[in-house]
């Protein structure tokens, strides 16, 4: 029973960051446009938020200023696809390699060579009240995992309980009409990808920010894709979208047991295996009837 | 008083002169419509009205104020509303969705509020609609009432219906003119653009004419008829008979020859996995036309489909050739090299506008090209050289399909198709959005290729058209057949009573399903669908 | 009220000419910024990236030997492209094709090198070919996103070295993961003395040679063509847009495949996992960069390879870190793409 809650904590932490992302994504994607720059907020969100942390010794400085890095990248996004109109998938791998390369520069400009890994101050897990007896350790997890969790049915109410969600719905079903009605479809591309940036980047934040307070060049390892992966998976919509990371957490958690257990299979497989897990999804899901109608086609006033 | 002033108001585009100096008013309480052909100035107008385009000069007054839109919120604003052609509707949005779209105020949005809200203005105007459906499941006349709902709910006393019974049956339009009775009667104004003669006479209390972007004359209906009307708008006196044939002949009396191609209870299923096609038979003759008339939407672009090896019948069979090669399965390559020509309604669709016009003529048959792999292009070229001169086609070789204008387009596909004299040649909206010039030469080709023989199946939802070329007339309705006649016995009202699923004529004659004068009794013909199940 | 409005109108040829050259001014102005912020001059970075490199025999030749696997990605997704196919997975087509080349080139010590080195071709085409399969099907078949499925097995297949090398293919003497060497006679010759350049700038130069020649001068290039430029026409007009497209997508991938066996087998003679520092993503950029034909392709493998030696420069003389050639890449992409769409547009009065 012990190990069940502890997968079960193990698989919440580790769905924190893929949550994070792929709701960003269904913000980008339900509006209209594929963010695939996805992979490169989240490395240069973890980049930012470990070096500001770092020098500033502060967390929360920290993770407002990955925020801030993702909020830019979602607004470079939107000067890419929806100002110029530009081929939305080119636009999202340059805005990745950008990032990417922007973020290895920065950290090698600030630490040229450490023989010592740098360490930024971290975030700790909250200890959950002891009256939670054998579920106690299930709740032992980072404040960022709750706004995570927050974010789920915030996303669902935004999407379909305000003005704003339904204007970004229509955009992204048929950016004509709701232009017709009096909305504006660029300004809402744009919000959808800055709000999806800043969720992005503090998936990465939480990357480096969470646990270790470090920064390698492999943290981030392609939960970007998996992310765009678990969108498709899960409708656009936000909840499937929960179950998704919940099921991908608990692969990636399983791995993680496994290979502490020392079991013979090597662990590159069980790295390997939500990435075809997925692909095994997307072939059997096919086209779904949920797909946003207006995905990948930029938008032009005549 | 009136509630809408325009000014002389002029309009270019370029060159052309939309409008010209024109002064149009809008009484309250009133159905005015205005009258004229393409091009004519209409829909620009309303559209300077609407705050889509801003006029060159000219000044517009609403309720006696000086206005300036500078887009259609502005329009909005002073209450007045469009209903496009094309609708601006969200097709998984549901219609409460819909009508709020832009019209929610505050950051939260309860759309049961929203549903009993467009409720209460539904009643109001007493049009049916349920505000919880989603729209892609609305036939096309309740989306355009959800459009007009769209306009009432945002309060608008002054409502413009551009070209609006161009999609609906003949029985969508009777409700369609009960509801604008029914706003008029309250108080509203409603402009109705139309290049329909007996519809303005229909519906309307005032009609103005347009012409070359001028206005040419403004009456009250009851003092004018339709034989002035059509003088008025085309500036002199026009046949009145409703079919205009653009001096294009027709050899009469010509027998068909032997079936070309049959279909035999085609079943097919459209984009969405619904019934699109439901048992449609039919024959054609060599040397014959036979026009599918119908209202768009009831399967014209799926048997079009069908017929291109785009796509296949989920029942039934397509066969061609007194052969009887069967199609059914066949894929579109299979398709043209057994002798079918093809016509797509949709040009853009045909040709790949970033290859040059050689590269698209030769597409289709590029096995000639060929030389173990590599491509003859010299041989393309000359042959692009060769049918380019014969017809007409205004470009060269090399250029890009892209910049060639509809017409020659359209030139270009006939080009590829009919220089291979096909034995069948199926033709899809062969002349939409074509001037008169290229209309008048696809029409003389179509009946070239019947004169040479061919079977010829030409879709059209333009009934002048198919009354103008047909030998036999299929009317398509829902998926079937709902009367096959040929063309001395077809008149335009009972057409259209067979396009809204009405058949005149219970029994089928014997001329019906085979083109022949042969009078021996076919197969029985209970399964051939007439009317509504 | 001023208003604008933008109207499609082709820019003259010449115009078009313009636009690499101003692609690389404005990059290079908007990456000034990070040079001035590693306490650096940018005239002198912009020496270095672009002029330096000529001047010493060994720096002209190190730009030639970057380009080799430039050059083979970025033809084998130009390849893709041109039909319509976004082929993202050509980092992890390389890696197949490494992966084949360490795994055949032990093997084939005592084969003669002029069947050696084919055979390592061959194989190493084939694993690309192979590793692009899966995702081309899934889009041929069941009509599922290329991109996605493509970027998901780049990660599978450098797990699946990773595994190798830290497994089987361990050093057991040093314990590195690398892979062992391969022989002699499958070593891809060099062809400068004293270079690191090999056999596979000569591939390299016959894959853009054969790309051109399909595209133009054969019945299936132009079928690509039209795939590429309108699906639904082509299927209309008959082209079966499934086999095309699968057809392009497997030569892409074992176009890539073939630059993985040049690193393997012409600069390391075994695998590592750092065997390519991104260079199928660089050939979405040369791709790009190119215009989708061959002589374009070349010219910006080229160029990129003159970046990427460029940068090693500007790092060791002026201690900018050297991923600045990463920036410099990603931000040309951006750049020439936007500049090429506003060359296709006039901003009008109305």
Redesign the interface.
């Known amino acids: 029973m012990d190990v069940v809650i502890d997968l079960a904590a193990a698989t919440l932490r580790v769905a924190t960051p893929l949550l994070f992302a792929a709701l960003g994504e269904v913000y980008a994607e339900r509006a209209g446009v594929?963010n695939?720059g996805i992979e490169g907020t989240m490395f240069i969100g973890a980049l930012t938020g470990f070096l500001v942390g770092y020098v500033s010794q502060s967390v929360w400085l920290g993770l407002l200023a990955a925020v801030t890095v993702g909020v830019l990248a979602g607004a470079l996004m939107g000067l890419?696809t929806v100002t110029?109109?530009?081929?939305q998938?080119?636009?999202g791998?340059?805005?990745t390699?950008?990032a990417?390369?922007?973020a290895?520069?920065v950290y090698?400009?600030a630490f040229s060579a450490p023989s010592v890994q740098p360490k930024s101050p971290a975030f700790s897990l909250l200890e959950p009240p002891a009256a939670l007896g054998p579920f106690a350790s299930l709740f032992k997890q980072y404040g960022l995992t709750y706004v995570a969790l927050l974010f789920v049915p915030l996303t669902w109410w935004v999407l379909y309980r305000t003005t704003f969600g339904l204007n970004l719905r229509a955009v992204g079903e048929n950016p004509e009409a709701a232009d017709t009605a009096g909305v504006n479809v660029f300004r809402v591309r744009y919000a959808a990808l800055m709000i999806g940036g800043a969720l992005m980047a503090t998936g990465g934040a939480f990357l480096s920010l969470a646990q270790l307070g470090t920064f390698t060049f492999g943290i981030v390892?392609?939960r970007g894709?998996?992310a765009?992966?678990l969108v498709?998976f899960g409708s656009w919509h936000p909840l499937k979208v929960f179950g998704g990371a919940l099921l991908f957490g608990a692969l990636s958690a399983l791995q993680l047991r496994l290979q502490a257990e020392g079991v013979a299979i090597?662990y590159?497989?069980l790295?390997?295996l939500p990435?075809?897990v997925?692909?095994l999804a997307?072939?059997v899901a096919?086209?779904n009837t949920s797909y946003p109608a207006a995905l990948l086609k930029p938008y032009?006033r005549e | 008083m009136n509630v809408i002033e325009m000014r002389g108001i002029v309009k270019r585009f370029g060159v052309v002169i939309a409008n010209a100096g024109i002064d149009f008013d809008l009484a309250e309480g009133e159905a005015h419509a205005l009258l004229g052909e393409n091009g004519a100035g209409k829909s620009t107008l309303m559209k300077i009205l609407y705050g889509l385009y801003t006029p060159d000069a000219g000044e517009i007054r609403v309720r006696g104020r000086t206005v300036h839109f500078?887009s259609p919120a502005g329009a909005l604003a002073q209450g007045i509303g469009l209903v496009s052609q094309h609708f601006s509707l969200v097709p998984t949005f549901t219609v409460a969705e819909n009508i709020a779209l832009g019209y929610t105020s505050g950051v939260r949005f309860d759309e049961r509020a929203a549903a009993v809200a467009v409720s209460a203005t539904a009643a109001r105007f007493q049009l049916d609609i349920d505000p919880a459906t989603q729209v892609r499941h609305l036939s096309v006349g309740e989306q355009q009432r959800v459009e007009i709902l769209k306009a009432l709910h945002r309060e608008c006393r002054v409502l413009i219906l551009d070209e609006p019974t161009a999609v609906l049956t003949p029985q969508e339009t009777e409700s369609l003119f009960a509801a604008i009775r029914r706003l008029v009667e309250q108080g509203l104004s409603v402009v109705f653009i139309s290049h329909k003669l007996d519809e303005v006479l229909a519906v309307s209390d005032r009609v103005t004419v347009l012409r070359d972007g001028r206005i040419v004359s403004e009456t009250p209906t009851r003092e004018t008829s339709q034989a002035s009307l059509a003088r008025l708008m085309v500036g002199r006196e026009r046949d009145t008979t409703p079919y205009v044939t653009f001096g294009v002949s027709r050899s009469d009396g010509a027998v068909a020859g032997p079936p070309l191609l049959r279909l035999e209870d085609v079943h097919a299923l459209d984009d969405r996995r619904l019934p699109a096609l439901r048992g449609l038979t039919l024959t054609v003759g060599a040397g014959e036309i036979v026009g599918v008339a119908g209202v768009a939407g009831n399967g014209q672009r799926e048997l079009s489909q069908v017929l291109?090896g785009?796509r296949h019948p989920s029942r039934g069979r397509v066969v061609v050739g007194d052969d009887s090669v069967e199609i059914t399965r066949a894929?579109?390559?299979e398709?043209?090299a057994h002798g079918v020509g093809?016509i797509?309604e949709d040009r853009?669709?045909?040709?790949?506008?970033?290859?040059t016009v050689a590269?698209?003529l030769?597409?289709?048959h590029?096995g000639e090209?060929?030389h173990r792999?590599?491509?003859d292009?010299e041989k393309m070229r000359r042959r692009a050289e060769a049918l380019i001169a014969e017809y007409g086609i205004k470009a060269s070789p090399d250029d890009r399909a892209r910049t060639l204008s509809g017409g020659n387009l359209q030139k270009l596909i006939l080009a590829r198709v009919l220089s291979r004299n096909p034995r069948v040649v199926i033709a899809a909206e062969p002349t939409r959005g074509l001037d008169v010039g290229a209309t008048e030469y696809v029409r003389g080709k179509l009946l070239e290729a019947r004169d040479r023989g061919a079977a010829v199946l030409m879709i059209s939802e333009d009934l002048d058209e198919v009354l103008a070329l047909s030998d036999r007339i299929a009317v398509i309705y829902e998926g079937r057949l709902s009367g096959v006649l040929s063309a001395s016995e077809a008149d335009p009202e009972g057409l259209g009573l067979m396009m809204a699923g009405r058949s005149q004529n219970p029994q089928i004659s014997q001329m019906d399903t085979h083109g022949s004068n042969d009078l021996r009794p076919s197969a029985p013909s209970a399964d051939f669908p007439v009317g509504r199940d | 009220?001023l208003r604008l409005k933008?109207e499609a109108s082709a820019a003259p040829a010449w115009q078009r000419g313009l636009i690499p050259i101003l692609a690389v001014v404005v990059t290079f102005a908007l990456t000034a910024a990070?040079v001035v912020?590693?306490r650096a001059n940018p005239l002198e970075a912009f020496y270095y990236f672009l002029i330096e490199p000529f001047t010493a025999r060994s720096t002209a030749i190190e730009i030639l030997v970057k380009t080799t696997p430039l050059l083979l990605t970025g033809v084998a997704v130009a390849f893709a492209f041109a039909a319509g196919y976004?082929n993202?997975g050509a980092e992890g087509q390389l890696y197949a094709g490494a992966i084949a080349a360490a795994w055949l080139g032990p093997q084939v010590s005592g084969v003669p090198a002029i069947v050696a080195v084919p055979l390592m071709l061959i194989v190493g085409f084939a694993a690309g070919a192979l590793w692009a399969l899966?995702?081309a099907w899934?889009k041929a078949r069941?009509?599922?996103?290329e991109?996605?499925?493509t970027?998901?097995?780049?990660?599978?297949i450098v797990?699946?070295a990773?595994?190798l090398l830290?497994?089987p293919w361990r050093d057991p003497i040093s314990g590195w993961p690398q892979s062992p060497e391969i022989a002699a006679s499958a070593h891809l010759p060099v062809l400068l003395a004293r270079s690191r350049l090999h056999l596979g700038a000569l591939v390299g130069v016959a894959a853009a040679i054969a790309f051109g020649w399909v595209l133009r001068?054969?019945?299936?290039?132009?079928?690509m063509?039209?795939v590429g430029?309108?699906r639904?026409?082509?299927?209309?007009?008959?082209?079966?847009v499934a086999r095309t497209t699968l057809i392009a997508a497997l030569v892409s991938g074992g176009i890539a495949g073939l630059a993985g066996v040049s690193e393997v087998a012409g600069i390391h003679y075994h695998l590592i996992e750092s065997i390519s520092p991104g260079y199928g993503?660089s050939g979405?950029?040369v791709a790009?960069l190119g215009g989708l034909n061959a002589v374009g392709v070349g010219l910006a493998a080229l160029f990129i390879g003159l970046i990427l030696t460029g940068a090693l420069e500007v790092s060791r003389a002026l201690g900018v870190?050297?991923?600045?050639?990463?920036?410099v890449?990603?931000?040309l992409?951006?750049v020439t793409?936007?500049l090429l769409?506003?060359s296709r547009y006039r901003l009008r009065r109305v």
Request: glycine share 8%; hydrophobic share 55%.
């Open positions: 594929l695939l890419l110029l109109g530009l081929n998938h080119v636009s791998l340059g805005t390699l950008l990417t390369g922007l290895l520069f090698r400009l390892a392609g894709w998996i765009i992966a498709i090597p590159q497989a790295l390997a990435y075809l997925t692909i997307l072939a096919g086209r032009r | 500078s291109s785009l894929t579109p390559a398709v043209t093809r797509p853009l669709a045909a040709v790949v506008a970033d290859l590269e698209n030769a597409l289709e590029l090209f060929m792999g590599r491509l292009r | 009220m933008l990070l912020l590693a976004y993202i899966p995702p899934l069941l009509n599922v996103d991109v996605v499925t970027l998901l097995l780049n990660s599978v797990f699946f990773s595994a830290n497994g001068r054969t019945a299936f290039g132009l079928r063509r039209a430029l309108g639904e026409a082509a299927r209309f007009m008959g082209v079966n993503y979405i950029v790009t870190p050297s991923y600045l050639g990463d920036v890449q990603a931000t992409l951006l793409l936007a769409l506003l």
